[in-house]
């Protein structure tokens, strides 16, 4: 997600960046965003900003930073119903963003960033998926197409196949697996969208069979995944915790030595000793989450930590015909018994704000005088799990990483 700061130092940035492409000017309806779109990428593909690739080719894209490598390949993935095509959603969709994107993409005539897939190639070693054999091949043993390092200190690798040969065992290789979409459920139903449209105009096969991804080996480059914390303004923190005490047990977490609460936080950020509190709580809540479902709540009193749901409301909370593994979730607690059931809240973009980082979350509790509640990762075991028995989990669930930088490959597939 790219906050408004965020958006207008991209903007700063270069008359080229591709936000100019993706967000062509919010305060556009979509039909006159979507021209402004498409007349810039016809100006940048004619004025040789952007290249067009003359023969067929699949990407390798290498990210490499502090702490991780992730490898995949972008290439094309084919679009129908989840079972068909192989490709599971794990999280629900919007109908105004899904038509927001497919404007887009019809007004550009472009996927102008790929979905974000993660698969199952195998165990390592002689277990490798030729496909990662080929990816980790390219990337070890032939110069890059292009190389960046981006200000969070990550390299970004690229190197283009057009092997018609390593497309074709790649291809095979892939056909009989399924993935995981890590990234881009409105992007993918906007891809559906697409070609339901074109296939009831009269349309037979098409480029709207098709649309653009970044797949990712999760057996050779296990991705990241990050917590999305709740952040709910008008909710005081001392009537969260004596709501949530009639489920849950409610501990007190002190903070460190002379910051016994988060009262006088400042609006820019969290002080030094403020923030190694928040570090000290997330560690106590990560510790907690060892042993089963655990929550943290912060605010402008400090930090309570939540443990140990009642079964019995836990079970009349969750929704009928919910699987066992579903109800166990974090997320699906968080949802159904802490905010539905105890405070009576229905989570909404409106009433339950999200963050992904615990010190934001934080911040915005304190400003706001209300309530966040500090989440741990989901499993990625965990979220296989849930999409394999075809349910989604709660939304603002999970947040996989690294995400592919946008900008690197784009799909046209107009005249």
């Given at each position: 997600?790219?906050?408004?700061?965020t958006?207008?130092?991209?903007?700063?940035?270069?008359?080229?960046?591709?936000?100019?492409?993706i967000?062509?000017a919010i305060?556009?309806?979509?039909?006159?965003?979507?021209?402004?779109?498409?007349?810039?990428?016809?100006?940048?593909?004619?004025?040789?900003?952007?290249?067009?690739?003359?023969?067929?080719?699949?990407?390798v894209?290498e990210?490499?930073g502090?702490?991780?490598?992730?490898?995949?390949?972008?290439?094309?993935?084919?679009v129908?119903?989840p079972?068909?095509?192989?490709?599971?959603?794990?999280?629900?969709?919007?109908?105004?963003?899904?038509?927001?994107?497919?404007?887009?993409?019809?007004?550009?005539?472009?996927?102008?960033?790929?979905?974000?897939?993660?698969?199952?190639?195998?165990?390592?070693?002689?277990?490798?998926?030729?496909?990662?054999?080929l990816?980790?091949?390219?990337?070890?043993?032939?110069?890059p197409?292009?190389?960046?390092?981006?200000d969070d200190?990550?390299?970004?690798?690229?190197w283009?196949?057009?092997?018609?040969?390593?497309?074709a065992a790649?291809?095979?290789?892939?056909?009989?697996?399924?993935?995981?979409i890590a990234?881009?459920h409105h992007?993918?139903?906007?891809?559906?969208?697409?070609r339901a449209?074109?296939r009831?105009d009269?349309?037979?096969?098409?480029?709207?069979?098709?649309?653009l991804a970044?797949?990712?080996?999760?057996?050779?480059?296990p991705?990241?995944?990050?917590?999305?914390?709740?952040?709910?303004?008008?909710?005081?923190?001392?009537?969260a915790?004596?709501?949530?005490?009639?489920?849950?047990?409610?501990?007190?977490?002190?903070?460190?030595?002379?910051?016994?609460?988060?009262?006088?936080?400042?609006a820019?950020?969290?002080?030094?000793?403020?923030?190694?509190?928040?570090?000290?709580a997330?560690?106590?809540?990560?510790e907690?989450?060892?042993q089963?479902?655990?929550?943290?709540?912060?605010?402008?009193?400090?930090?309570?930590?939540?443990?140990r749901?009642?079964?019995?409301?836990?079970?009349?909370?969750?929704p009928?015909?919910a699987?066992?593994?579903?109800?166990?979730?974090?997320?699906?607690?968080?949802q159904?018994?802490?905010?539905g059931?105890?405070?009576?809240?229905?989570?909404?973009?409106r009433?339950?704000?999200?963050?992904?980082?615990?010190?934001?979350?934080?911040r915005?509790a304190?400003?706001?005088?209300?309530?966040?509640?500090?989440?741990?990762?989901?499993?990625?075991?965990?979220?296989?799990?849930?999409?394999?028995?075809?349910?989604?989990?709660?939304?603002?669930s999970?947040s996989?990483?690294?995400k592919?930088r946008?900008?690197?490959v784009?799909r046209?597939?107009?005249?």
């Amino acid at each position: 997600m790219i906050g408004p700061g965020t958006l207008e130092e991209l903007l700063a940035a270069s008359p080229y960046n591709i936000v100019r492409l993706i967000l062509p000017a919010i305060t556009l309806d979509a039909h006159a965003a979507g021209a402004v779109a498409a007349s810039r990428l016809g100006s940048w593909l004619a004025s040789g900003v952007l290249g067009a690739d003359i023969s067929p080719a699949l990407y390798v894209y290498e990210q490499n930073g502090p702490g991780f490598v992730q490898r995949g390949l972008i290439g094309l993935v084919g679009v129908d119903a989840p079972a068909a095509a192989g490709i599971l959603p794990h999280e629900g969709v919007m109908p105004g963003p899904v038509t927001g994107r497919r404007e887009l993409m019809m007004a550009t005539r472009a996927n102008l960033e790929p979905i974000f897939l993660v698969y199952n190639g195998g165990a390592g070693g002689s277990d490798v998926s030729e496909t990662s054999r080929l990816v980790d091949l390219a990337a070890d043993r032939r110069p890059p197409l292009f190389s960046a390092v981006t200000d969070d200190g990550a390299t970004h690798r690229l190197w283009r196949l057009t092997d018609p040969a390593e497309h074709a065992a790649i291809a095979a290789d892939l056909a009989g697996r399924t993935a995981l979409i890590a990234d881009g459920h409105h992007r993918y139903a906007a891809y559906q969208e697409l070609r339901a449209l074109m296939r009831g105009d009269g349309h037979r096969a098409g480029p709207w069979d098709y649309g653009l991804a970044f797949l990712v080996d999760g057996d050779a480059y296990p991705p990241r995944l990050g917590a999305i914390h709740r952040v709910i303004p008008h909710l005081a923190p001392e009537e969260a915790a004596r709501l949530a005490a009639e489920a849950f047990t409610v501990e007190e977490v002190p903070g460190l030595p002379g910051e016994p609460g988060l009262a006088g936080a400042a609006a820019d950020g969290l002080s030094d000793g403020r923030a190694a509190a928040v570090e000290a709580a997330l560690r106590r809540l990560a510790e907690a989450g060892r042993q089963g479902t655990a929550f943290l709540l912060a605010g402008r009193s400090g930090f309570r930590l939540l443990t140990r749901p009642d079964g019995r409301q836990l079970g009349t909370a969750m929704p009928p015909g919910a699987s066992a593994r579903w109800r166990t979730l974090d997320a699906s607690v968080l949802q159904e018994l802490l905010l539905g059931r105890l405070w009576s809240i229905k989570d909404n973009e409106r009433d339950v704000l999200i963050s992904h980082d615990a010190g934001e979350a934080v911040r915005m509790a304190v400003e706001a005088g209300g309530t966040a509640v500090i989440c741990n990762p989901m499993p990625f075991a965990a979220v296989k799990e849930v999409a394999a028995h075809g349910e989604c989990v709660p939304r603002k669930s999970t947040s996989f990483g690294p995400k592919p930088r946008t900008g690197l490959v784009l799909r046209t597939f107009g005249p």
